[in-house]
Structures are given as structure tokens and as C-alpha cells.
């Protein structure tokens, strides 16, 4: 079946950088669109950024623009989310998600997620 796993969250300082890294494994994913969505306490989960199966397109939340870039290596079915200028609003849990096709804004149209992983931003 299909798992995605995370890693390199933690603690950061305002103004820090961290990078978080999805492994896809369980099926091909070659046309399947990748991405990360995050949840704060209390609030909704958002779309931070996703990106095609090709890589030729991709999204950002607005919040977060100019400081995260997403990437991915389609030959290692993994997808990389490089967060710089980490601001305390950016404290969240990250979860990795995919789904066949293109990219979605919606949460309910990604039928796989990862476990999450913490990112917590101090000020």
C-alpha cells in the first residue's frame, strides 16, 4: 500500500530555515501531483505547496511565498519542501499528501497522507 514518510522537522528560531523531506513508496507515483498541507492548533488545514508529476507546475500559499520552495526527484519518489525565513506563524504540523493527477487545492482530494511532522518556530 501506499505510505509516504517524513522527516526533518523540529525547533527553530525566527528567521531560521529547515527542510522537510517526503519518501513515496507502495505504487509508481510518476503522475501523481505531491505537496504538503499543515494544520495549527485551532485553525484549518491549508495547502502550503504542491507540485505537478512532471514538476513543470507548481503552488504556493500566499503566506509563505518567497520563502518555501518545493521540489521533487521522481527517480527517488521523494519531495522536498525547503522552509527559509521561518516566521512563529509557520509553527505547525507539516503532513506530506499525493494524488493521481494534477494538483489540487483541496484537502479532501488527497486520498494519501503522511503521519506529519512538527515544525515549531520560536520568537
Known amino acids: 500500500q501506499v505510505q509516504l514518510v517524513e522527516s526533518g522537522g523540529g525547533l527553530v528560531q525566527r528567521g531560521g530555515s529547515l527542510r522537510l523531506s517526503c519518501k513515496a513508496s507502495g505504487r509508481s507515483f510518476s503522475t501523481y501531483a505531491m505537496g504538503w498541507f499543515r494544520q495549527a492548533p485551532g485553525k484549518e488545514r491549508e495547502l502550503v505547496a504542491a507540485?505537478?508529476?512532471?514538476?513543470?507546475?507548481?503552488y504556493y500559499a500566499d503566506s509563505i511565498k518567497g520563502r518555501f520552495t518545493i521540489s521533487r526527484d521522481r527517480a527517488s519518489n521523494t519531495v522536498s519542501l525547503q522552509m527559509n525565513r521561518l516566521e512563529p506563524e509557520d509553527t505547525a504540523v507539516y503532513y506530506c499528501?499525493?494524488?493521481?493527477?494534477?494538483?489540487?487545492?483541496?484537502?479532501?482530494?488527497?486520498?494519501?497522507w503522511g503521519q506529519g511532522t512538527q515544525v515549531t518556530v520560536s520568537s
Open positions: 499528501v499525493t494524488k493521481p493527477g494534477p494538483v489540487s487545492y483541496y484537502s479532501n482530494e488527497y486520498p494519501y
Open positions: 507540485i505537478s508529476w512532471s514538476g513543470a507546475t507548481t
